[in-house]
């Protein structure tokens, strides 16, 4: 399968980079979150199979000791040593964000005073260019395009982790967190957002982040425990009429595709695909108002296909042998 390659100006100098525009049009992307170093890898020989040409980590790449940089880079050099992930990296251009476990402590955000090394560790695993447009902001966000006109599909790669308030504990048992009426992505990252998505002109568009975006009722981490943020976001997406909204969350050892009506027939997918190397097997129900899908609780990882000729895309599923468990075909608006 092709790799992406991108080229951007900068005065007189040409260089490579990976957060702009690629000519080529895309027509499969994997993406997948919850990988531990230390467990049965088999499925990367499954997902290094698929006929991929992007592949997108959703966070907890690893999962390091508390706070330990030294662990942190170690993992992910092991990660990147895995004979069957080095075949992907081969054919498909890989892309991804972090989360908790890969970011250096469970639930953490701003206050993490290591942030900025977990960060540099991050795009280094990733094969940043040191001249990548991403290197010089704070966080971890990026932003990807592919394909022209009417074939055109954006990613925006979103950072809940490195601006995010502290949590306050809930005394309920029913939820962990009471809800926090703060910004979630930081001001800096909603201004590069919205600023991303003014000059949107994308056929599809792709939102991705560690956790879940529409799931609202379970006790962890997720986007309804910051209301206001999560509001803001599905704000933007109606204002800037941002075509196709697909959201890709992991986070939850578990599969489920979500799908909420944000404004009068106007449509946003979450698509969480996560237990890449663990699973949360034992869940056996939990409540979920905008789940379309089965809950799955196996090993999984999740692709997009594209069908441009018949204008749809297809959220799959997969288990660890590769059979897809879940498909959601959706017409393109």
Known sequence: M??????????????????????ENIQSLGFGSCNRTDLDPKIWETIAGEALDAWVWLGDIVYTDEESMQDLAQKYALQKSLPAYQKLIGKASVFGVWDDHDFGTNDGGTQFKKKQQSRDLLFD??????????RNRSGAYQSYCFGEKTEKVCLYLLDVRYFKEAYEVDPSP????????????????????????????????????????LSSEHPYEKW????LAQ????????????KNPVYLSGDRHIAEVSRKEI???????????????????????????????????????????WDW???????????????IRFQKNIPLQ
């Open 263 to 305: 404004a009068p027939n106007y449509w946003l997918y979450d698509a969480t695909s996560s237990g890449l190397t663990h699973s949360y097997e034992a869940l056996e129900q939990e409540y979920n108002p905008y789940r379309v899908s089965p809950l799955m609780t196996h090993l999984n990882f999740g692709t997009l296909q």
């Open 2 to 23: 092709k790799k992406f390659f991108w080229l951007l100006f900068f005065g007189v100098h040409l260089i490579w980079a990976q957060d702009v525009q690629s000519p």
């Open 224 to 227: 309804a425990n910051f209301p």
């Open 125 to 134: 695993f990733l094969a940043l260019p040191k001249t990548h447009p991403a």
């Open 309 to 323: 000729n018949n204008r749809s895309i297809v959220i799959q599923i997969h288990d660890e042998s590769g059979k």
């Open 174 to 213: 029913k939820q962990r967190y009471r809800k926090n009426n703060g910004s979630l992505l930081g001001e800096v990252q909603w201004k590069w957002l919205e600023n991303e998505l003014i000059k949107n002109e994308a056929a599809v568009n792709l939102f991705a982040g560690g956790i879940q975006l």
């Open 231 to 242: 509001q803001r976001f599905f704000d933007l997406l109606i204002r800037y009429k941002i």
